[in-house]
């Protein structure tokens, strides 16, 4: 099941923090936040839990390591006609992915982490 690097801000971690760990935790690759793409919400059907995503848009700057979390199998890259054509763990693989082709971007100046450092 294909899906891009997610998961949970830790305690005491800033959300571009937790952007940088958990890319480099799923994929092995350091990056350095550019930017907000957009921000998702998505309910995988009746009842469920909705999901919500800041999806941002990061510089790849080293392949650091090839130890990946436990559930993770795997993490390369793909063309988009490649992501397209495997199943896929969210619909919002692709609208994150449109949205970048479409130049979407917003200032990350737009997170405020005020509950880390309330000065």
């Not at 890319?23 to 921000?39: D, F, H, K, R, Y």
């Not at 650091?64 to 436990?70: C, G, H, M, N, R």
């Not at 449109?98 to 917003?106: A, I, S, V």
């Amino acid at each position: 099941m294909l899906n891009q690097p997610a998961g949970h801000v830790e305690n005491g971690e800033t959300l571009q923090q937790a952007v940088i760990r958990e890319t480099l935790e799923e994929s092995g690759w350091q990056v350095t936040p550019q930017a907000i793409l957009g921000i998702y919400a998505f309910t995988p059907f009746e009842g469920a839990d909705t999901y919500h995503r800041v999806c941002i848009i990061c510089h790849a700057e080293q392949h650091i390591t090839d130890e990946l979390d436990p559930d993770i199998l795997g993490s390369d890259w793909f063309t988009r006609e490649q992501i397209e054509a495997l199943p896929q763990r969210s619909p919002l693989i692709l609208q994150c992915i449109n949205d970048y082709e479409q130049g979407q971007t917003h200032d990350l100046n737009m997170i405020n982490n005020r509950h880390i450092d309330p000065n």
